[in-house]
């Protein structure tokens, strides 16, 4: 019987000691009890976050893109999640760079010469 005791007191402490450590990494969400975004929150935080990457390197053309200080639209991701979004946001503004025309010398060259 002191056996199983024992037992249950380490997994207590063990899974107190494992929820300690993750509630502390990550600020509590308000919108759920648990503090776990729903699907859909998460669905467009990741987008908001994804967006304020591709505008940082869009801001930062043939520089580094320093994925810290965490844009304030990234916050709640987990850091995984952030990787995804970070990388997602990167693939944008390359994406983007790419559609417009270098030096400003595409249409708008195109329509002063006449």
Avoid: F, N
């Avoid at 000691?17 to 998460?42: F, I, M, N, Q, W």
């Avoid at 999640?81 to 708008?108: I, N, S, V």
């Amino acid at each position: 019987m002191g056996t199983r005791t024992a037992e249950a007191v380490a997994a207590i402490a063990i899974t107190l000691l494992l929820t300690g450590c993750s509630a502390s990494a990550d600020a509590p969400d308000k919108s759920t009890p648990s503090g776990t975004p729903t699907a859909a929150e998460k669905a467009e935080t990741t987008r908001a976050c994804v967006d304020a990457i591709a505008d940082r390197a869009a801001a930062h053309k043939g520089g580094a893109v320093r994925s810290h200080p965490v844009p304030a639209p990234c916050a709640r991701l987990s850091d995984a999640d952030y990787l995804d979004a970070y990388m997602k946001g990167l693939e944008q503004a390359h994406r983007a760079e790419r559609k417009t025309p270098q030096g400003g010398t595409g249409k708008a060259a195109d329509g002063g010469g006449g």
